[in-house]
């Protein structure tokens, strides 16, 4: 490749530590092969750029400017724009359609070829954050059992989950309540429904701490446990270690899977593990590797993903435990610690 373009996002971040806008005006970090990096950037973002101390030689454009043109001739002093270029994956279509007519000479290939090695395994600082995360959002489960009692609304349990994770992260990224029926779909945020006695609730937080997201999962019954919910929850905590114990380096991606949803389907509920076993997280909360089916690639010590299988149960209600973990040198650890049984609040 002789030149790598990124535009605003996660990938600008990770290499240079700012956080564009992602606006119809272009931002376009360039990357050569050889020699200095450049951030070709709206003028009036300059300034945050500099204060963010942006690693890359600022190449503001004014509003009467054509950006893409900069692009070009910068690109030309190296004779880059007629080789490989990498383009974020991300960036948007309008930017890459008008880089793509302005270069016609050059080869375009996914940017994600460079970004995901160098994002794939964590440095030792970046495992330090996304423990430190961890611990911030085990200490907002600690408290959800105060939250939750019969005739409060999901929404407003979501409330006083916000703010909680806003207490010791920078950004809350979302916050699922998903109670009774709701809870059997992974993905309900938080609704209008008010809890009543003999309620499952999934509880699923995360925010973004030092630049490092946390994602964590339990489960909590309000009252007393509904019917054949025990059973269940017993299954679903065996499959949630079994997948963690298998965590080492040299074991596929794939093996962390079927290590979580066999002891599932063993125990009969295979139909209702509806999602694959987890995903990569570091700047962003959802990144490689899949812990999926199918997925043969290889871990190794540094590589960070949630382990999170989970049980639905259509119209009554869902479970699901999720940790993080990272791959050490000699197996695995994890980033939270709170209990990973139901709590009766
Ligand atoms: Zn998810
Ligand atoms: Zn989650
Ligand atoms: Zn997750």
Redesign the pocket.
Known sequence: MDALLVGPGADLRYLVDHEAPPLERLTLLLVPREGEPALVLPQLEAPLAAEAGAHAELLAWSETQDPVAMVVDRLRETGAHRGTLAVQDRLWTMFTLALQEALPEARWVPGSRVMRELRLRKEPGEIAALHAAGAAIDHVHAQVPELLRAGRTEREVAADLDALIREDHDVVN?VIVGSGPNGAS??HEAGSRRLEKGDAVVI?IGGTRAGYCS?MTRDYVVGHEPYGYGALHQVLETAQQAAVDAVAPGVTAEAIDVAARRVIEEAGYGDQFI?RTG?GIGIE??EEPWIVAGNDLVLEAGMAFSV?PGIYVPDRYGSRIEDIVVVTETGVERCNHRPRHAIVC
Do not use: A, Y
């Open positions: 979302f992974p993905h699923d994602d999602h995903h909360e959802h999170e």
